[in-house]
């Protein structure tokens, strides 16, 4: 079974910084693109980063764009967001996905996580 | 930037029922339009790819269409399941905005 699940999640002070993690089973993960997606409390879904499976490609949303970075370790099956400069628009919860590229070249997100709650407030 | 723009915000509706929700891109896409589903506490499910591909297992029931910019989600016949908030997403190019959602209530 395919498996994402997410940690690291909790309260930070703004200007902080947090790292998040999603451990993925029941599939090869080094051979996926990864994606972090967010949703801010009661809002809608906001695509946040993706990764290519060897790391050597990413984008961000421009939002995160220097205080963002996705990265991967393939051997320990793990995607992560580093987040730093966190401020108080970056309160969500925080989805990993995998992504699977279709013929061509359209992709999309699926599965998903269960998701980790980022809070930012004093 | 491409903005997504989904119709209706809400939608109420009964079981049996067939609704349509539309998703609008602000630039063309071709078919790089996927919908998603998800139900409260929960995260989203994919449904449909390329504007018109179903997502193995989810029911026929569910469908899409569409390219250039406009798109559609229809669900024939509604189930108590069904019940949800639908997003659409473009894959066209980066960012990779979601529209805003369409919750999908009972009526």
């Known amino acids: 079974e395919v498996q994402l699940v997410e940690s690291g999640g909790g309260l930070v002070q703004p200007g902080g910084s947090l790292r998040l993690s999603c451990a993925a089973s029941g599939f090869s993960f080094s051979s996926y693109w990864m994606s972090w997606v967010r949703q801010a409390p009661g809002k809608g879904l906001e695509w946040v980063a993706n990764i290519k499976q060897d790391g050597s490609e990413k984008y961000y949303v421009d939002s995160v764009k220097g205080r963002f970075t996705i990265s991967r370790d393939n051997a320990k099956n793990s995607l992560y967001l580093q987040m730093d400069s966190l401020r108080a628009e970056d309160t969500a919860v925080y989805y990993c996905?995998?992504?699977?590229?279709?013929?061509?070249?359209?992709?999309?997100?699926?599965?998903w996580g269960q998701g980790t709650l980022v809070t930012v407030s004093s | 930037d491409i903005q997504m723009t989904q119709s209706p915000s809400s939608l109420s509706a009964s079981v049996g029922d067939r609704v349509t929700i539309t998703c609008r891109a602000s630039?063309?896409?071709?078919?790089?339009l996927n919908w998603y589903q998800q139900t409260p506490g929960k995260a989203p499910k994919p449904l449909i790819y390329?504007?018109?591909s179903l997502h193995s297992g989810v029911p026929s029931r569910f469908s899409g269409s569409g390219s250039g910019t406009d798109f559609t989600l229809t669900i024939s016949s509604l189930q108590p399941e069904d019940f949800a908030t639908y997003y659409c997403q473009h894959s066209h190019s980066t960012p990779y905005t979601f529209g805003q959602g369409t919750k999908l209530e009972i009526k």
């Open positions: 630039q063309s896409i071709s078919s790089y």
């Open positions: 390329a504007a018109s």
């Open positions: 996905a995998r992504l699977t590229v279709a013929a061509g070249g359209t992709w999309w997100l699926g599965p």
